[in-house]
C-alpha cells in the first residue's frame, strides 16, 4: 500500500510513448493564439492582463538591462502553473514532482545568471563571495561559505518545487483513501474527511501557482545580482 502512493509520480508510458512529453507539450496547445484583431475574446483579455500585471510587478525592481529577460520568464511563470495546474485533475500525471525536470529547468538559467554577471561585472559579481568589512582570520572560510551557497542556489530551487508539488499530491491521496475506506465504517467520519480533502485542494491549488511564481521570483533576485 505505501508503494502504490508513490506510483502517481512515476512517469507513465502509453504505447512506448513517455506521456510526460505529452504533459510537457500541452500547456502550449491549451494557450490561445493572440491575434491582430481589434476585438479579441474574453480569455485573451484575460490572458493579455495577467502577463502585463504579472511583468510589471517582476520587473519592477530591476534595471533595463534585465528586461530582456521578460518573455522567457513569463513563459517559464505560464509553463509551470499549467503543469502545476493539470496535475491536480483526476487521472493525470504532474511532470513538475520529477526532480530530474525541475532541476533541468534551475541549472541552465541559474547558470545563465551567473555567466551574464561574470561577463559583464567580474569585480562585482565576484565580491558577492566576500562581504565588505571581513576580518582577515574569517575571509577564506566566507569564500568557501559563499561559493557553495552560490552552487546550492540551482538545487535549492529544483528541491523547493518537488518537494511541495510532491507534498501535497501524496497528502491529498492519503486523505482521499481515507475517506473512500471510511465511508462504509463510519460515514460521518468519511463525510468530515471529504470536506477536509476538498479544502486541502483548494490549499493544492494555491500551492501550485504560489510555487511557480517563487520559482521565477527567484530566478529574477539571481539575475538582480548580476546584471
Not at 21 to 39: E, G, K, S
Not at 60 to 87: E, Q, T
Not at 96 to 109: D, E, W
Amino acid at each position: 500500500m505505501t508503494l502504490s502512493f508513490f506510483d502517481q509520480f512515476m512517469s507513465p508510458v502509453f504505447l512506448g510513448i513517455p506521456l510526460i512529453v505529452i504533459a510537457l507539450l500541452l500547456p502550449c496547445i491549451i494557450f490561445p493564439t493572440p491575434t491582430t484583431r481589434w476585438l479579441n475574446n474574453r480569455l485573451l483579455a484575460v490572458q493579455s492582463w495577467f502577463i502585463n500585471q504579472f511583468t510589471s510587478q517582476l520587473f519592477l525592481p530591476l534595471n533595463l538591462g534585465a528586461h530582456k529577460w521578460a518573455v522567457m520568464f513569463m513563459s517559464l511563470m505560464l509553463f509551470l502553473i499549467s503543469l502545476n495546474m493539470l496535475g491536480l485533475l483526476p487521472y493525470t500525471f504532474t511532470p513538475t514532482t520529477q526532480l530530474s525536470l525541475n532541476m533541468g529547468l534551475a541549472v541552465p538559467l541559474w547558470l545563465a545568471t551567473v555567466i551574464i554577471g561574470m561577463r559583464n561585472q567580474p569585480t562585482i559579481a565576484l565580491g558577492h563571495l566576500l562581504p565588505e568589512g571581513t576580518p582577515t582570520l574569517l575571509i577564506p572560510v566566507l569564500i568557501i561559505i559563499e561559493t557553495i551557497s552560490l552552487f546550492i542556489r540551482p538545487l535549492a530551487l529544483g528541491v523547493r518545487l518537488t518537494a511541495n508539488l510532491t507534498a501535497g499530491h501524496l497528502l491529498i491521496q492519503l486523505i482521499a483513501t481515507a475517506a473512500f475506506v471510511l465511508m462504509p465504517l463510519m460515514p460521518t467520519v468519511a463525510i468530515l474527511t471529504a470536506a477536509l480533502l476538498f479544502l486541502l485542494t483548494l490549499l493544492e491549488v494555491a500551492v501550485a501557482m504560489i510555487q511557480a511564481y517563487v520559482f521565477v521570483l527567484l530566478l529574477s533576485l539571481y539575475l538582480q545580482e548580476n546584471v
